[in-house]
């Protein structure tokens, strides 16, 4: 099985004060490819996405747990995101008994919020 993922990240983080961020990123999601032979069987993905994603977040590096100033360290974080995945999948099918395409379609908006903790490294 061979598999191939792309997805482009672009992000910015603004430090304010001693110890919050903000941060915004946005990327092109990205799906695997594959072609899948066993058996007598061949599978191959043809697909068309177009699809994103773009994200905020209010950063709080937790001054008595870090020894450094924001950027680096332990943090609490309130997020929103906004999803919108557009995908349009055809598999292949080749093999004796069977040769024929299935089609599938994903167009959808998800919106995300929430509150999570995490620990970025400074080089």
């Known amino acids: 099985m061979i598999f191939e993922l792309w997805s482009p ?3 910015c983080e603004r ?3 001693y110890s919050q961020a903000f941060s915004v990123s946005v990327d092109v999601l ?5 072609i899948s032979e ?3 069987l061949t599978v191959s993905r043809k697909e068309k996405t177009k699809g994103f994603n773009v994200s905020i977040d209010h950063r709080f590096y937790l ?3 870090n020894h450094y100033h924001a950027v ?3 943090y609490i974080v309130p997020y929103c995101s906004f999803n919108h995945p557009c995908r349009q999948n055809t598999r292949v099918f080749d093999s004796r008994l069977f040769a024929g ?3 599938a379609l ?3 908006n998800i919106r995300t919020t929430g509150v999570e903790p995490g620990y970025q490294f400074a080089f």
């Not at 990205?30 to 594959?34: A, E, I, L, T, V």
Request: aromatic residues 8%; proline residues 4%.
């Open 38 to 40: 066993s058996g007598g």
């Open 72 to 74: 680096h360290g332990l």
């Open 101 to 103: 395409n299935t089609d």
């Open 9 to 11: 990240l672009f992000g």
């Open 106 to 108: 994903l167009d959808i």
């Open 15 to 17: 430090v304010v004060g």
């Open 63 to 65: 001054a008595a747990e």
């Open 30 to 34: 990205g799906q695997p490819n594959f």
